[in-house]
Structures are given as structure tokens and as C-alpha cells.
């Protein structure tokens, strides 16, 4: 195939169901191509037949076809030793199947342990705990004097916007389909540039109410400009 330059597409799980508890499934379906990129191209096998072959659907796109990742109900973060011990305490290898009903039981509860097994490698404080502690320790970290730094660069500030966004999709465990707008939105907590904006109208605030006048000239607009730098003054 290498010499002739072909190539094969499959979905990279068993086709063939043996019956024979001998027997272990194995992978006979798949496609062999020339002159076909793998990008234009996307392999998906079909349940619908009871048959013990999986058929197997080749799309050819003349665009790239984008394919979503699986996702998973574990990461490098999964407890193994806790997750072990949870499936290992719920499943019972005594029940007998005997019909159909009792198939589909047995299989709902199998998959009810992986989730719960699951959901338990995760921290067991409580999502309100989780974003008191992000409140009071992690955001007065990079708020401080952020009247000053926030007139810095979008790139800086994005910094520290991808930061707030990891760190809220592992307080609630995120999946990777959830956007940062829904996240930030369901947790009732601001966007960076948000904080930014209400921070420095606070600041001048302060400074006009402030007895001190040596303070007011930081409210003035500053006319002398170079290389378009931002000033306090350009955030409100």
C-alpha cells in the first residue's frame, strides 16, 4: 500500500462482533484511498443492523470536515484509586439477566456507577465554596492596582482573561462545548475588561470626592501624548 501510496480510513474500533465467547472482536471494515486527504474525509460506523458486523460510512466532503472531539469522563485528573473503589462497591456481579427489561436495567446501572465514579474524582466543596475562595484569594491578586496596568495592551489583558477562564472551567468542570460567555454568565462573575472599566470609575470617583487636592490633577486629561499610549483617564 506504502509503495502504490495508498492510504486506509476506519474508525479505529471492531467491526466484527464474534459470538463465539472464544473469539475476540477485531476491525475488518474499512476504506482504502488514493489521492485523498484524511482532512476531506470522515469514517462513522452505524448501530442500526443486529448483525455481527458493524458497517461502516464514508463521508467525502470537498471541504475539511471538522470533527468534535469524543468527550471523556475522565482526565489526567481523575482519581483512579477513588474511582476503583466506587465501581467496585456498586456493582453487584450477582444479578442474573434473563430478559430483555432485565438487560437494559443492568446496563442503566452500569453506566449510573461510571457517571457517579465520575462526577466524585472532582473536589467535594461546593460550587458556592469554590467561588467564594476564587473571590477572596485568586481575583484580588490581579485586580491589584489594576486602575494603572488595566491601560496596558489587549494582548496583556487577554493574559489574564484566558487565566479567569481556565480556572473557572475547572471549579465546575467544564466541557470543552461550554463557551466562556456561558460560563462567566451562569457564575454572575465579569469579564476582565469589565472589572477594568468599573474599577477605574471608582478610582476617579474617589479622587474627586478626595479632600485632598494634590489628588485632582490625576484627573486631568493629559494632552503631551506618545505612541498612543492609554492613560487611566481613557478607561472610563
Known amino acids: 500500500m506504502q509503495e502504490e501510496n495508498y492510504y486506509y480510513m476506519s474508525t479505529g474500533t471492531p467491526t466484527y462482533w464474534p459470538t463465539d465467547p472464544q473469539k475476540t472482536p477485531d476491525l475488518l471494515d474499512f476504506f482504502v484511498t488514493k489521492g485523498l486527504s484524511s482532512t ?3 469514517v462513522t460506523p452505524s448501530f442500526e443492523l443486529s448483525s455481527d458486523h458493524t458497517p461502516v460510512i464514508a463521508t467525502i466532503s470537498s471541504s475539511v470536515i471538522h470533527t468534535q472531539p469524543t468527550p471523556k469522563l475522565h482526565n489526567n485528573k481523575t482519581n483512579w484509586d ?22 437494559n436495567t443492568t446496563l442503566q446501572t452500569l453506566i449510573d456507577t461510571l457517571q457517579k465514579a465520575a462526577r466524585r474524582r472532582r473536589s467535594r466543596l461546593s460550587l458556592e465554596n469554590k467561588i467564594i475562595i ?4 485568586i481575583i484580588p491578586i490581579w485586580t491589584y492596582g489594576i486602575e494603572l496596568w488595566g491601560c496596558a495592551s489587549k ?5 489574564i482573561q484566558r487565566s479567569q477562564s481556565k480556572i473557572l472551567r475547572m471549579l465546575v468542570d467544564a466541557p470543552w462545548y461550554v463557551s466562556n460567555e456561558t460560563l462567566h454568565q451562569d457564575l454572575k462573575l465579569k469579564f476582565v475588561k469589565e472589572i477594568i472599566l ?20 490625576l484627573r486631568k486629561l493629559i494632552n503631551n501624548r506618545r505612541l498612543k499610549r492609554k492613560w487611566p483617564n481613557d478607561l472610563i
Open 155 to 159: 494582548s496583556n489583558t487577554n493574559i
Open 82 to 103: 477513588t474511582y476503583r473503589e466506587i465501581i467496585d462497591n456498586n456493582i453487584n456481579l450477582s444479578i442474573k439477566i434473563k430478559t430483555p427489561e432485565d438487560l
Open 40 to 42: 476531506y474525509a470522515d
Open 198 to 217: 468599573d474599577r477605574s470609575r471608582q478610582y476617579m470617583s474617589k479622587i474627586e470626592a478626595h479632600e485632598n487636592e494634590l489628588l485632582q490633577p
Open 134 to 137: 476564587y473571590k477572596t484569594v
